[in-house]
């Protein structure tokens, strides 16, 4: 949650399972999307074991899941499209909030 509300800040959540393949799959990809957003503070790039945490106020059904979090609303956002890097960031800057 204390990431998530970060004030002024676009989240992306990936609720995750430490033995997950999908997941696995995922990570490179993932990290190289933190790379893209490492020098903007306006936009986080997170990752949360969904198994070690619990996560009541989100709907996880499955491994990975995506969620996106726009600055400064309550509003979630299911990520659903392709899981590269391109992909993501084209919906990251399609739901951004910050300027």
């Known amino acids: ?10 989240v992306l959540v990936e ?3 430490p033995w997950c393949g999908h997941c696995k799959k995922l990570e490179p990809e993932y ?6 957003y490492k020098d903007n503070d306006k936009i986080i790039i997170a990752k949360m ?9 989100v709907q996880v ?20 499209g392709e899981r590269d890097k391109d992909g993501m960031i084209k919906f990251i800057e399609e739901n951004k909030k910050s300027a």
């Open 15 to 17: 609720f995750y399972a």
């Open 61 to 80: 059904s499955g491994f990975p899941t995506l969620k996106f979090f726009p600055a400064d609303t309550e509003e979630i956002v299911d990520y659903e």
């Open 49 to 57: 074991d969904a198994t070690a945490n619990e996560v009541s106020s």
């Open 1 to 10: 949650d204390e990431v998530v509300n970060t004030p002024g800040a676009d």
């Open 31 to 36: 990290n190289s999307l933190g790379e893209h």
